[in-house]
T-cell receptor, first 112, second 111 residues
Framework: GDSVTQMEGPVTLSEEAFLTINCTYT??????LFWYVQYPGEGLQLLLK?????DKGSNKGFEATYRKETTSFHLEKGSVQVSDSAVYFC???????????FGTGTSLTVIP | SQTIHQWPATLVQPVGSPLSLECTVE??????LYWYRQAAGRGLQLLFY??????ISSEVPQNLSASRPQDRQFILSSKKLLLSDSGFYLC??????????FGPGTRLTVL
């Protein structure tokens, strides 16, 4: 079945460091891919998405490229801020649109 | 614009008591609706999803149930809570394979 695997956390970085959170997926067909962010005590918010191969999603300095050949959707940011501290979830939706699959989440802490 | 509401925001219940959590969506029609549970420091566990009124799919056998009495209303229930039911419950909606939109969540503590 479809699934998402993302790197284990927690991740601790200094402010202005480069961030990569790895995400790979297994799916039949051509899923849509998403990154969500969750701040403490809140629901998940969509950070970015890509709906087909080679698409790049971007938002708030974060980027991720849909790589079909490596079945990956790694999240990157060139310079993190303290306000980026949160839990990040990689996810995919199957083409039926009824099922979404989430990774286990990666906790990021950015220290000044 | 679309909004999703969940209540209550926080709930403390004794073991063996009943549960009813409500989720409503505004500004859209015929959404797919989902209930997730997130244990402390853990990922999301899909509990139920619904593609229409009265249509409920259960992903995990447990003492919880869900109902969809109206197009934009999704209710999570239990007749007798267990300690293991504690967690953060999230409702979400989507249209097809497009993104999911999440509610603010309900923090449930079972004592």
């Amino acid at each position: 079945g479809d699934s998402v695997t993302q790197m284990e956390g927690p991740v601790t970085l200094s402010e202005e460091a480069f961030l990569t959170i790895n995400c790979t997926y297994t799916a039949t067909g051509y899923p849509s891919l998403f990154w969500y962010v969750q701040y403490p005590g809140e629901g998940l918010q969509l950070l970015l998405k890509a709906t087909k191969a080679d698409d790049k999603g971007s938002n708030k300095g974060f980027e991720a490229t849909y790589r079909k050949e490596t079945t990956s959707f790694h999240l990157e940011k060139g310079s993190v801020q303290v306000s980026d501290s949160a839990v990040y979830f990689c996810a995919l939706s199957d083409r039926s649109g009824n099922q979404f699959y989430f990774g286990t989440g990666t906790s990021l802490t950015v220290i000044p | 614009s679309q909004t999703i509401h969940q209540w209550p925001a926080t709930l403390v219940q004794p073991v063996g008591s009943p549960l009813s959590l409500e989720c409503t969506v505004e500004g859209t029609s015929n959404p797919n609706l989902y209930w997730y549970r997130q244990a402390a420091g853990r990922g999301l566990q899909l509990l139920f999803y619904s593609v229409g009124i009265g249509q409920i799919s259960s992903e995990v056998p447990q003492n919880l149930s869900a109902s969809r009495p109206q197009d934009r209303q999704f209710i999570l229930s239990s007749k007798k809570l267990l300690l293991s039911d504690s967690g953060f419950y999230l409702c979400a909606w989507s249209h097809g394979a497009d993104e999911q939109f999440f509610g603010p969540g309900t923090r449930l503590t079972v004592l």
